[in-house]
């Protein structure tokens, strides 16, 4: 760059460095959804369309990204992936070793979003090929939550989970995402109330009288719905799971336990930019799966050992 006198004017520049050997939760939001699920006519309070569109999107990024190490997305909210029908959030999960722009967060941000923008507009053809889109076109924002340990990390995503499995009994009965306030108002096929009228006869009741009404009223056996839309959508890559001998123990608190793990961070972020580059390639080459999984339980983190660890598994031989 010229050295000239205007220089002084980079001094306006905030820095932004996230803070060191902390989780990177990238959220996305979609902007203004409600009106453009009503403007394509998705169907409530699940569309499948939609819902594949999004998580293709997200295994784009992923393929884009090899940083990132998981995506989550549920109906009303997408924590990155998913079910992204009338407004959401997305969420993508950066290890706590990541070095990627420095950890700069507008360029994290602005990389992530704008990505997902694009493939997002890119692949809607694919799965609504007789609506074509029209501005306004979708658009998408965002913002970076840090998390200091793979507890809070992990409580997060249950979080996430746990209001899925509670908010689609609800959005079943009332043709709403997430049974929120967000959202047109969509007469309820079955049953014949509308949308605030289902939610004021809703109020007060558990997961279990829901699930009672869908089968009494409407003959819907929650236990029979989709996985996706009861459990979201898991993005990762997949290596070669863990069968017979689960993560150890040890390693398990080690990982879990963010204080007695100061040491081996450090050695993460010391490795030298030859061997951060082969592991960038060894994720590249593995595949992106979608899974609709409980992600609660711990098994699914043992058997995935490389999604806490950050070191890339086996690539499963093909068959």
Same mark, same amino acid.
């Given at each position: 760059?010229?050295?000239?006198?205007?220089?002084?004017?980079?001094?306006?520049?905030?820095?932004?460095?996230?803070?060191?050997?902390?989780?990177?939760?990238?959220?996305? $939001?979609?902007?203004?959804?409600?009106?453009? #699920?009503?403007?394509?006519?998705?169907?409530?309070?699940? $569309?499948?369309?939609?819902?594949?569109?999004?998580?293709? &999107?997200?295994?784009?990024?992923?393929?884009?990204?090899?940083?990132?190490?998981?995506?989550?997305?549920?109906?009303?909210?997408?924590?990155?992936?998913?079910?992204?029908?009338?407004?959401?959030?997305?969420?993508?999960? /950066?290890?706590?070793?990541?070095?990627?722009?420095?950890?700069?967060? #507008?360029?994290?941000?602005?990389?992530?979003?704008?990505?997902?923008?694009?493939?997002?507009?890119? /692949?809607?053809? #694919?799965?609504?090929?007789?609506?074509?889109?029209?501005?306004?076109?979708?658009?998408?924002?965002?913002?970076?939550?840090?998390?200091?340990?793979?507890?809070?990390?992990?409580?997060?995503?249950?979080?996430?989970?746990?209001?899925?499995?509670?908010?689609?009994?609800?959005?079943?009965?009332?043709?709403?995402?997430?049974?929120?306030?967000?959202?047109?108002?969509?007469? /309820?096929? /079955?049953?014949?109330?509308?949308?605030?009228? &289902?939610?004021?006869?809703?109020?007060?009741?558990?997961?279990?009288?829901?699930?009672?009404?869908?089968?009494?009223?409407?003959?819907?056996?929650?236990?029979?719905?989709?996985?996706?839309?009861?459990?979201?959508?898991?993005?990762?890559?997949?290596?070669?799971?863990?069968? &017979? $001998?689960?993560?150890?123990?040890?390693?398990?608190?080690?990982?879990?336990?963010?204080?007695?793990?100061?040491?081996?961070?450090?050695?993460?972020?010391?490795?030298?930019?030859?061997?951060?580059?082969?592991?960038?390639?060894?994720?590249?080459? &593995?595949?992106?799966?979608?899974?609709?999984?409980?992600?609660?339980?711990?098994?699914?983190?043992?058997?995935?050992?490389?999604?806490?660890?950050?070191?890339?598994?086996?690539?499963?031989?093909?068959?």
């Amino acid at each position: 760059m010229a050295n000239s006198k205007y220089e002084y004017v980079r001094t306006f520049e905030r820095p932004d460095h996230l803070l060191p050997n902390t989780w990177i939760v990238i959220r996305i $939001d979609g902007r203004g959804f409600h009106k453009l #699920s009503a403007k394509y006519a998705f169907e409530k309070p699940n $569309d499948r369309r939609a819902l594949d569109l999004m998580n293709t &999107a997200a295994s784009a990024v992923m393929n884009e990204l090899p940083d990132i190490v998981v995506g989550y997305g549920v109906s009303d909210e997408y924590s990155v992936l998913g079910q992204l029908v009338d407004g959401g959030v997305g969420s993508f999960v /950066l290890h706590q070793s990541c070095i990627l722009f420095e950890r700069r967060e #507008s360029k994290l941000l602005t990389t992530v979003v704008s990505t997902f923008t694009s493939y997002y507009v890119h /692949l809607w053809p #694919s799965f609504f090929p007789d609506t074509p889109l029209s501005p306004p076109l979708p658009s998408f924002d965002g913002r970076v939550v840090l998390y200091p340990s793979a507890r809070n990390l992990r409580d997060y995503l249950n979080w996430r989970q746990v209001d899925c499995k509670v908010f689609t009994p609800v959005s079943s009965v009332t043709g709403r995402p997430g049974g929120g306030s967000r959202g047109k108002t969509a007469e /309820l096929k /079955l049953g014949g109330l509308d949308a605030k009228e &289902a939610e004021k006869e809703l109020l007060g009741s558990h997961a279990t009288d829901k699930n009672e009404i869908l089968f009494s009223r409407f003959m819907i056996n929650y236990n029979n719905e989709p996985e996706m839309y009861k459990k979201g959508s898991v993005v990762f890559r997949d290596y070669k799971v863990v069968e &017979a $001998d689960p993560m150890p123990p040890k390693m398990t608190k080690e990982i879990m336990d963010q204080d007695e793990d100061v040491d081996q961070i450090g050695v993460e972020l010391e490795k030298s930019k030859t061997q951060q580059e082969k592991d960038r390639k060894r994720r590249a080459k &593995a595949r992106i799966t979608v899974q609709y999984v409980d992600i609660i339980k711990d098994e699914f983190w043992e058997r995935r050992p490389w999604l806490l660890s950050n070191k890339p598994g086996k690539i499963p031989k093909e068959p």
